[in-house]
């Protein structure tokens, strides 16, 4: 596993399941009003169906298209599952020997009651990538949500963090 990108993802999946067994299931399913009454377990399973998502569309060789993940509820309201889960994606991940394979990406953007639908060329690692980056903006919103309502939990200081956001930061210091 040398490359960076998909190295970012494992680590990514790291960074949830430090965090994800520090909680009850009461606080993972709960309905937080800071997160306009979504879950920790709501993101965290719009963060894992993403890599789900491409990981089911490169297996399958098809195009991938983010807007028909499965919404597996049973992510987003077991903690054990959650986890399973993550563990399982990560494991694909590091499988990963041909990131730069082509691929096909099919966006459906709905618009009053319609639906356009486009798509384009890409690679896996780019849309690792693009994963990676979206999994880093629930992080955050997690983070905050932790540290409101479970301030006990440990939360590791690049949770929610960009990896761009921190070599930013190093060269201002």
């Excluded at 356009?116 to 999994?135: G, I, K, Q, Y």
Aim: glycine share 2%; aromatic share 8%; net charge negative.
């Amino acid at each position: 596993m040398k490359n960076t990108v998909i190295q970012s993802a494992v680590e990514l999946s790291d960074q949830l399941c430090n965090l994800l067994p520090q909680l009850l299931e009461e606080q993972y399913i709960a309905p937080l009003a800071l997160f306009n009454g979504s879950s920790i377990g709501q993101h965290t399973r719009h963060i894992i169906e993403f890599y789900q998502c491409l990981q089911a569309s490169f297996q399958k060789e098809v195009s991938v298209c983010y807007e028909e993940r499965k919404r597996d509820l049973a992510i987003e309201c077991n903690l054990k599952e959650a986890i399973l889960s993550i563990k399982e994606t990560a494991k694909w991940l590091k499988t990963i020997h041909e990131p730069f394979y082509s691929m096909n990406l099919v966006v459906k953007d709905y618009q009053n009651n319609d639906m356009n639908e486009w798509s384009t060329p890409t690679t896996l690692a780019r849309e690792v990538h693009h994963c990676n980056e979206h999994a880093v903006h629930h992080l955050a919103i997690i983070k905050i949500g932790l540290q409101h309502y479970f301030p006990t939990i440990v939360i590791g200081e690049q949770v929610g963090v960009a990896k761009s956001t921190t070599a930013f930061q190093k060269q201002q210091s």
